[in-house]
């Protein structure tokens, strides 16, 4: 049984470049977290969303970000006109309906614009 | 006042050592309590997983929550340096499937 993969694992962008991450979820998960990780700091909520829904975008920035969860495929994270503060480990977690058991996170995307 | 509060440490300690990490919490909310483990340069692995207030035990790991005093602790008996990582508290409240709110970790390294 696959854990949550997440690719890819590095991702070197430059200045005004777009940045797509890609989480599939664990089997039998239907809901998506997404997190950023700057340096020394904790794992900061960006987006939750089930299959073909956003259920709570309250942690993504206003502008250039967007996250989808469709029917068929994996979830995608999307950064439009990268900058050089976008530069941090992307984590995607996912969980059963229930939300029990905790939440299994991925191996991350490290993004680092240049 | 945030959320949720964790000393970054660096925390050091000798093999064999019993350590002891802790969160405080403002959000009364919160009902379900976590640690997360992460490596350097990898994805956070969960620990611990408990419900409302009381103790939990798993091996080495106890997880310790007082929803009284806001307050959650993390004990690991024994330390490996294999402990040697950082620890991160997690929570959420009551609904189905809630984002989890983060602490900032503490750094761990327990020496051989």
């Excluded at chain 1, 900058?83 to 299994?104: E, H, I, K, M």
């Excluded at chain 2, 019993?18 to 640690?35: D, G, P, R």
């Excluded at chain 2, 207030?53 to 091996?59: H, L």
């Excluded at chain 2, 189905?96 to 020496?111: D, I, P, Q, R, Y």
Aim: hydrophobic share 30%.
């Amino acid at each position: 049984n696959a854990g949550v993969m997440q690719n890819p694992r590095h991702l070197v962008r430059r200045r005004g470049q777009e940045a797509r991450l890609r989480c599939s979820p664990m089997k039998g998960h239907s809901h998506v977290y997404w997190y950023r990780q700057l340096p020394e700091e904790g794992l900061k909520f960006m987006v939750y969303l089930q299959k073909e829904n956003i259920i709570d975008e309250s942690g993504m920035p206003k502008e250039r970000f967007s996250a989808e969860f469709p029917k068929e495929g994996p979830s995608i994270l999307r950064i439009q006109q990268v900058v050089r503060g976008d530069s941090a480990a992307y984590f995607c977690a996912s969980s059963p309906p229930n939300g029990r058991d905790g939440y299994t996170f991925g191996s991350g995307t490290r993004l680092t614009v240049v | 006042q945030k959320e949720v509060e964790q000393d970054p440490g660096p925390l050091s300690v000798p093999e064999g050592a019993i350590v002891s990490l802790n969160c405080t919490y403002s959000n009364s909310a919160f009902q379900y309590f976590m640690w997360y483990r992460q490596y350097s340069r990898k994805g956070p692995e969960l620990l611990m997983y408990t419900y409302s207030s009381g103790n939990k035990e798993d091996g080495r790991f106890t997880a310790q929550v007082d929803k009284s005093s806001k307050y959650i602790s993390l004990f690991i008996r024994d330390s490996q340096p294999s402990d040697s990582a950082t620890y991160l508290c997690a929570m959420r409240g009551q609904g189905g499937s809630e984002k989890l709110v983060f602490g900032k970790g503490t750094k761990l390294t327990v020496n051989p």
